[in-house]
Structure formats: C-alpha cells, structure tokens
T-cell receptor, first 113, second 113 residues
Framework: GQQVMQIPQYQHVQEGEDFTTYCNSS?????IQWYKQRPGGHPVFLIQ?????EVKKQKRLTFQFGEAKKNSSLHITATQTTDVGTYFC?????????????FGKGTLLTVNP | GAGVSQSPSNKVTEKGKDVELRCDPI?????LYWYRQSLGQGLEFLIY????????KSGLPSDRFSAERTGGSVSTLTIQRTQQEDSAVYLC???????????FGPGTRLTVT
C-alpha cells in the first residue's frame, strides 16, 4: 500500500535557526497536505499543494511540492518558540481511495529559546 | 463557527468493558473520518463516512471496533471488550468533501486499565 515517509523524526533547534522537514511518498500524489499538531493538541491544517513544482509561503513557512509529485518539504525560517509541535504531511490514496489520507509519522520540532 | 467536537475528552475504562466515543462534525461537512493516535505516533486511519454512501471500514483493527453515523451528522465509535492496546487518542475529523482539508476535533484520550 501507499507509504508516506517523513524525515527527520525529531529536530531540535535554537530559536532563530531554520528548520526543514521532508516528506516522501511511495506513489505519485494528486496533492499533499500539511498539518501541525501542538503538544497536547490536535492536528490543524496548514496548507494543500496541488501542482507539480508548486511553492507556497505563509509568513516564515515555505512549502514545496516536488516536480514528480512524490515529495514535499516544509521550511521554517528563523524559528520561534511558537513553532514547536509535530508537523505532518499527508497524501491521498490513488484511484478509488483518493478520499483516504495517508499521514507520515511526523517531525517533532522543539525550539530552545 | 463551531468546530468539530468530541466527547468525552478523557475516558478511563477497565479491560473488557465497552466504550462509546462521540463526534459532532462541522455542520454541512459530508465527510467524516476517525483516526487513532498512539503516544508519539502518526495518525492511523480507522473509518470514513461520506454522505449516505457505505462507509470505508478498512482501517478498523478488529471486529471489536464499529462505528456509525446517524443522519449524516453525529458519529459514534464503539469499542467492545476493550484491551490495553486500545489505549490511545481517538481523533475525529470532518471535511466539506473528501478533496478538502480536514478539521480535527480535540480527541478522546482512552486509557484501558
């Protein structure tokens, strides 16, 4: 079945440093979604990328979708303590299972103030 | 407007007892998902409801798990004869349709003693 892998599993940074998490799918994706889960909280939708090579920015966050639509990345510039949490990517299944999102295991980001 | 709500927020039960977890999706959202999240892990798909269509139950881990969605709105996840390995956070999410972002509820933390 479809697999979505994220690296790294954990990342600890000093406040102000940059952070990147990578997501790789075993299959070509029609789109990819990113979610953030704060400690003790629930996942919150960040963004959806649809087009090959797409780049979207949200303030200090930059999201990319690979040309082959099998990988994606999230880059945070100048991290802040408010960025702490687990970042998940998720891709839909193919064909008749396109309603089902497969989530990566997430990257836990901790920020030292 | 109101988000996805879940009840109870916490449930402690003895091994062998049955439990019912409730999810109230966002009004008008046709798609509803249940996930399970074990400590520090990603999201495990359990079941998907879409309108009046037959649900996708492919993620339910055993026949002790069942779910229903009444009137296309409220959903209940039932776990019979709970086991210690059922301990986890159970998350419900709803979406306008399967192509759109998912909105998660706060989850129910289930502890089986």
């Amino acid at each position: 079945g479809q697999q979505v892998m994220q690296i790294p599993q954990y990342q600890h940074v000093q406040e102000g440093e940059d952070f990147t998490t990578y997501c790789n799918s075993s299959t070509t994706l029609s789109n990819i979604q990113w979610y953030k889960q704060r400690p003790g909280g629930h996942p919150v939708f960040l963004i959806q990328l649809v087009k090959s090579g797409e780049v979207k920015k949200q303030k200090r966050l930059t999201f990319q979708f690979g040309e082959a639509k099998k990988n994606s990345s999230l880059h945070i510039t100048a991290t802040q303590t408010t960025d702490v949490g687990t970042y998940f990517c998720a891709g839909p299944g193919s064909g008749g299972s396109n309603y089902k999102l497969t989530f990566g295991k997430g990257t836990l980001l901790t920020v030292n103030p | 407007g109101a988000g996805v709500s879940q009840s109870p927020s916490n449930k402690v039960t003895e091994k062998g007892k049955d439990v019912e977890l409730r999810c109230d999706p966002i009004s008008g959202h046709t798609a509803l998902y249940w996930y399970r999240q074990s400590l520090g892990q990603g999201l495990e798909f359990l079941i998907y409801f879409q309108g009046n269509s037959a649900p996708d139950k492919s993620g339910l881990p055993s026949d002790r798990f069942s779910a229903e969605r009444t009137g296309g709105s409220v959903s209940t996840l039932t776990i019979q004869r709970t086991q210690q390995e059922d301990s986890a956070v159970y998350l419900c999410a709803s979406s306008r349709d399967y192509l759109y972002e998912q909105y998660f509820g706060p989850g129910t933390r289930l502890t089986v003693t």
